[in-house]
Antibody
Framework: QVQLVESGGGVVQPGGSLRLSCAASGFTFSSYGMHWVRQAPGKGLEWVAFIRYDGSNIYYGDSVKGRFTISRDNSKNTLYLQMNSLRVEETAVYYC???????????WGRGTLVTVSS | EIVMTQSPATLSVSPGERATLSCRASQSVNSNLAWYQQKPGQAPRLLIYGASTRATGVPARFSGSGPGTEFTLTISSLQSEDFAVYYCQQYNNWPLTFGGGTKVEIK
């Protein structure tokens, strides 16, 4: 069965950096695109970034462009999100999600909480 | 950016009744629309993709319609486990965007 397990969340000061990881199992990781999606406390979902199965195409939400970097290591079945210059309003649960038939997200991890606070 | 608008924000429904949720896109997204269900403390779950195709394991009481700019998620007879927040998402254009959600609560 598909499993996605995020890690790396925690408390960071405004302007700081954090790297999230997402360990994938139960499917051929190297054959699927992957997403990061976040959800601020009590708020809706916000798509953050996407990386194609081979890393050849990458897309970002406008609010994180230039500060966040999505990457993957297919040899380790792991997805990453490097987050720099973090802002208070980016406090959220960060989910990784597997790409489906086109660009829907068919499997999600449980998320990791990132708290940006001084 | 394509803006997704969901209505109503909250829908109060009795168990066994029909629920109809709406999602409007600011421009056509063809059939590139998905619906997700989220329960408190849980990750979202894919229900519908391609505007009307049920994801694996999703009960037949969930159905979706489109395409274009106006989409509907219908739950034909609400069960207790269906009370949750529902989000639509377009994947026709980058950046991908979600609607603000509709909370389905017990009447």
């Amino acid at each position: 069965q598909v499993q996605l397990v995020e890690s790396g969340g925690g408390v960071v000061q405004p302007g700081g950096s954090l790297r999230l990881s997402c360990a994938a199992s139960g499917f051929t990781f190297s054959s699927y695109g992957m997403h990061w999606v976040r959800q601020a406390p009590g708020k809706g979902l916000e798509w953050v970034a996407f990386i194609r199965y081979d890393g050849s195409n990458i897309y970002y939400g406008d609010s994180v462009k230039g500060r966040f970097t999505i990457s993957r290591d297919n040899s380790k079945n792991t997805l990453y999100l490097q987050m720099n210059s973090l802002r208070v309003e980016e406090t959220a649960v960060y989910y990784c999600a597997k790409d489906g038939v086109i660009r829907e997200m068919d499997y999600w991890g449980r998320g990791t909480l990132v708290t940006v606070s001084s | 950016e394509i803006v997704m608008t969901q209505s109503p924000a909250t829908l109060s429904v009795s168990p066994g009744e029909r629920a109809t949720l709406s999602c409007r896109a600011s421009q056509s997204v063809n059939s590139n629309l998905a619906w997700y269900q989220q329960k408190p403390g849980q990750a979202p779950r894919l229900l519908i993709y391609g505007a009307s195709t049920r994801a694996t394991g999703v009960p037949a009481r969930f159905s979706g319609s489109g395409p274009g700019t106006e989409f509907t998620l219908t739950i034909s007879s609400l069960q207790s486990e269906d009370f949750a927040v529902y989000y639509c998402q377009q994947y026709n254009n980058w950046p991908l965007t979600f609607g603000g959600g509709t909370k389905v609560e017990i009447k």
